[in-house]
């Protein structure tokens, strides 16, 4: 611990990102974290120096390179996944469709890969990942492209959703109002892009409080999401009125927290044994992460936010 006297001869810890982090979770979740002072990244004075100030302004400016905070994805959910719990919480998530090697899934949203890859080689289904982001496409090819044709990469735009009509079988849609895309407009292009009675997993962030949460906005831009997630009602209403009969909503929230934290012990658990990042781009895309997952946590014990399933038919 490095410590600094003061004025009046009291004590106070100089800024240490890793310190910072082990506080943060302490704080929001619990658990009594320890980090060792020698966690910085090589060549960088933990404590003082250009390096930290650089770190700390990354960190606590706008979400860092895309390559650092996939790197960190990859170590906290697992290759190529993007929402907590990973490989378990995606095949919980698809237990109610009926894939099967006869079936094609349209898969839509939060993913890299890890999602598509896991359905094709556990249910056998042939999955058809529609991506909107390049760089999560290209994260996502390596991870599928073992499969062939099993499981193909499709392009969509959330300003103009729009599907292969009346060819997929079911549907996985992990927030795939992420990018600011309108409920009543991607309801009725997932319906048109699958066949009568298809059923239809869907994962996403509502508003549930007031928008001017503390911490709200900054959540967002840590999310990189443009708007406002839009409230359970508005959901609902343009998931029915794109033709699709609702039979189960469930809050989530709870189980996405307590696997981010287990996955955030573990994490801290490696860097604490000497897996500490290399370079101080790496370092800002942690705390960066570290503070996107605790504004989740906050936001959702605040009731600002909920992380909501729905399991829906789409009526023939």
Do not use: N, Y
Request: glycine letters at 8%.
């Amino acid at each position: 611990m490095r410590l600094a006297l003061l004025p009046a001869g009291r004590l106070s810890i100089a800024w240490d990102p890793w310190r910072r982090l082990a506080q943060w979770w302490r704080r929001e979740t619990g658990p009594d974290l320890s980090l060792p002072d020698d966690l910085a990244p090589p060549g960088m004075a933990p404590a003082h120096g250009h390096g930290v100030a650089a770190l700390h302004a990354a960190a606590t400016a706008q979400p860092s390179q895309p390559e650092a905070r996939a790197a960190w994805a990859d170590r906290l959910w697992g290759p190529g996944f993007a929402l907590p719990g990973g490989e378990a919480e995606i095949l919980r998530l698809a237990f109610l469709l009926p894939l099967s090697p006869a079936t094609t899934l349209l898969l839509v949203g939060r993913d890299a890969g890890g999602a598509a890859a896991c359905l094709a080689a556990q249910r056998g289904a042939w999955v058809a990942a529609h991506q909107h982001d390049c760089w999560m496409a290209d994260r996502a090819e390596p991870l599928l492209k073992p499969f062939g044709r099993r499981a193909a990469l499709a392009a969509w735009d959330p300003a103009a959703p729009a599907f292969r009509p009346r060819f997929h079988h079911h549907a996985l849609a992990l927030e795939p109002m992420l990018a600011g895309t309108a409920p009543d407009a991607f309801f009725p292009a997932l319906a048109t892009g699958l066949k009568p009675g298809a059923q239809v997993v869907l994962v996403e962030t509502v508003l549930a409080g007031d928008p001017a949460s503390p911490g709200l906005a900054r959540w967002l831009a840590l999310d990189e999401r443009p708007t406002l997630p839009p409230p359970r009602e508005v959901v609902e209403e343009a998931l029915q009125r794109a033709g699709f009969t609702l039979h189960v909503t469930e809050s989530i929230g709870g189980r996405h927290t307590a696997a981010a934290t287990d996955a955030w012990m573990r994490l801290l658990a490696e860097l604490r044994e000497g897996g500490r990042p290399g370079a101080a781009v790496e370092a800002a895309a942690l705390v960066a992460e570290a503070e996107r997952w605790l504004l989740h946590h906050r936001l959702l014990r605040g009731g600002s936010i909920a992380v909501l399933r729905w399991h829906a038919t789409l009526r023939g």
